[in-house]
């Protein structure tokens, strides 16, 4: 159940009112690598495996999902074995100490190496696959899809979180052996560096949003070859960074 329904009193000019509103649900995801319980993530109780497997992806645990040698969920508890390695000591000592979907240091080299070029025409073609009717009910949850260069929505994932949708997008994608190099990801949500590294970590080449990009954002896809663009629409489209991923 992904909405809970409340009554409200509407407050107007006039007579209240008595409403009732549907509100989107999250729920406290515990995420558990070799044992060790290394995330709460809030987040739309839906997709939790695509969740689990495309945040250890973006945030740089493991490359693919060869990596992760065993998956096990109880209740909104996930359990995940991986081979542990240095950039994993790494991991942890960075998210303890609060850096929370910013990692990135001088020693990580991120670079999406994919010579996939979409049109305009496509980017425009997709907007319409972000509405979801959660979103119409809740008016509270943000959506991720990944997108061919046909423009057309092959993965879609709805969440409370803009990180978590982003997140199961590349989960399933991965899960499903999809090239994610061949696609590009739409967002509703501002990217920030942490949201454009975690496409980046995926070999995602194009992120999009119908809202804005932030500086570390903008910093952050211009280092690692990401094409950015913010603010997109049927009549507008703002590109920050790597122009030349654009017919």
């Known amino acids: 159940m992904y909405t809970k329904d409340?009554?409200?009193?509407?407050?107007?000019?006039?007579v209240p009112l008595e409403m009732t509103y549907s509100v989107a649900v999250e729920d406290t995801i515990d995420l558990?690598?070799?044992?060790?319980?290394?995330?709460?993530?809030?987040?739309?109780?839906?997709?939790?495996?695509?969740?689990?497997?495309?945040?250890?992806?973006?945030?740089?645990?493991v490359k693919n999902k060869d990596e992760i040698r065993d998956f096990m969920m109880e209740g909104k508890k996930i359990y995940i074995e991986i081979e542990?390695?240095?950039?994993?000591?790494?991991?942890r000592e960075l998210r303890s100490s609060g850096c929370v979907g910013v990692r990135w240091d001088e020693t990580e080299a991120i670079s999406v190496r994919s010579d996939t070029v979409f049109s305009r025409e496509a980017i425009k073609?997709?907007?319409g696959s972000l509405e979801s009717e959660i979103y119409r009910k809740t008016h509270g949850t943000h959506a991720a899809?990944?997108?061919?260069?046909?423009?057309?929505?092959?993965?879609?994932?709805?969440?409370?979180g803009r990180h978590n949708a982003f997140d199961k997008v590349v989960?399933?994608?991965?899960?499903?052996g999809m090239d994610l190099g061949r696609h590009f990801l739409f967002s509703t949500g501002r990217q920030s560096a942490g949201m454009v590294l975690k496409a980046a970590r995926a070999?995602?080449?194009?992120?999009?949003?119908?809202?804005?990009?932030?500086?570390?954002?903008?910093?952050?896809?211009?280092?690692?070859?990401?094409?950015?663009?913010?603010f997109v629409s049927r009549d507008r489209i703002s590109v920050f960074t790597?122009?030349?991923r654009l017919s």
């Open 84 to 91: 542990t390695t240095g950039d994993f000591e790494l991991w």
């Open 32 to 61: 558990f690598v070799n044992r060790i319980h290394m995330a709460a993530i809030l987040a739309t109780p839906e997709m939790l495996k695509e969740l689990a497997f495309g945040y250890l992806i973006c945030e740089g645990v």
């Open 125 to 127: 073609r997709s907007i």
């Open 145 to 160: 899809c990944l997108v061919d260069t046909e423009g057309e929505c092959v993965i879609k994932a709805v969440d409370v």
């Open 171 to 176: 989960g399933k994608a991965c899960l499903e």
């Open 203 to 230: 070999g995602v080449p194009l992120v999009a949003t119908k809202t804005a990009p932030l500086n570390t954002g903008i910093e952050a896809a211009q280092r690692t070859g990401i094409c950015l663009l913010g």
């Open 242 to 244: 790597h122009p030349e």
């Open 6 to 14: 409340y009554p409200a009193k509407e407050l107007t000019d006039s």
